[in-house]
């Protein structure tokens, strides 16, 4: 049996996400479907390093799945990428890797970042891609209030109120805003996520950009441990998982 890493890119706005699901179409399901073109197994499995919501993009998906088929990695990626066709799904790496590797449980942090575009005018080719905020944001204040949320904290606040984490207590290893003229982006890394929780993050720091908040509101809103507290949460359309660390 052979176990392939795959690295996965692809644009979230037809999918209900990344978990093959009964109400729409999946990513998980999208290369589940096309490897089953070309592999023995009757049923294929694709592990993810992380779930995303619908509409939320990746650039760096990590995933791995078994099969009995002599076959390379090149191979590999080059059939599931020609069985894709038609989805907006894209397999940019693949390698044969250790039974031992897990996409999932191996990672030991996962990067995301959120995309906003800070103008005016509306937006072109970037609609669906990013989050349309036309007021101006000061990211110097949103930055320095993002600090509070570094470290070991109770998330909960930020956590969608279906998430399925057993634990609302994570370590946010940093959290970042930086602009490059209109654009506005959040960088975040932590060994796992809740439900939620960049999205949830990246609305309120809005309220911070926006005058609205104080980092001290922001601290209220943490340490009250209740979602009622939330300022506000961002839409999917500017989220990107971006990358996976493994040791």
């Not at 009964?22 to 694709?46: C, D, H, K, W, Y």
């Not at 080059?78 to 693949?94: S, T």
Request: one cysteine or more; charged letters at 25%.
């Amino acid at each position: 049996m052979a176990r392939f890493k795959l690295i996965v890119e692809y644009d979230g706005r037809p999918f209900v996400g990344w978990q093959r699901q009964e109400n729409g179409p999946s990513v998980q399901e999208a290369l589940e479907t096309a490897i089953a073109q070309f592999v023995p197994e009757e049923m294929v499995r694709v592990t993810g390093s992380g779930r995303t919501d619908a509409g939320v993009h990746a650039f760096g998906q990590v995933a791995h799945f078994d099969t009995a088929r002599n076959i390379s990695a090149d191979e590999v990626q080059g059939a599931i990428n020609y069985h894709l066709k038609g989805n907006p799904v894209a397999v940019i790496d693949a390698e044969r890797v250790s039974e031992e590797f897990n996409a999932r449980f191996s990672a030991t942090k996962r990067h995301y970042i959120y995309k906003i575009t800070n103008r005016r005018a509306p937006l072109t080719f970037d609609k669906g891609l990013k989050w349309h905020v036309k007021h101006a944001l000061d990211e110097s204040a949103m930055h320095d209030a993002a600090q509070v949320l570094v470290g070991r904290h109770d998330f909960t606040t930020f956590r969608h109120v279906n998430c399925q984490a057993k634990d609302p207590v994570k370590t946010m290893d940093y959290l970042k805003v930086e602009r490059t003229g209109h654009e506005v982006w959040l960088l975040a890394g932590a060994r796992s996520f809740l439900h939620h929780q960049i999205r949830s993050i990246t609305g309120t720091l809005m309220l911070v950009g926006s005058g609205k908040w104080s980092a001290g509101d922001l601290k209220a809103a943490l340490d009250a441990r209740d979602r009622s507290a939330l300022g506000f949460n961002a839409p999917p359309d500017g989220l990107y998982f971006d990358r996976v660390d493994y040791s």
